[in-house]
């Protein structure tokens, strides 16, 4: 991985930023509006498309999602 994907990833777990799944995912996010924020999984090379499937349905379960998005770091 990149310094900047990891830099990345390091600051998601520092706030905690992760989803409380079996294989938790980090995520940035941004608050849009009234209507709630958009997230961005960041995809680490051990992650499936389960992995990353289960990660949008806990965001969107949890929280006000205007959109989520996946960048794969490797």
């Not at 924020?37 to 992995?51: C, K, S, Y």
């Amino acid at each position: 991985m990149t310094p900047e994907s990891i830099k990345r990833i390091e600051k998601a777990k520092h706030f905690q930023d992760v989803t409380r799944t079996a294989v938790p995912v980090a995520y940035e996010y941004t608050l849009v509006n009234a209507d709630g924020a958009a997230f961005v999984l960041l995809r680490e090379p051990h992650h499936t498309d389960a992995n990353i499937r289960r990660a949008k349905s806990y965001l969107y379960n949890t929280n006000d999602v205007v959109s989520i998005r996946t960048d794969n770091l490797d």
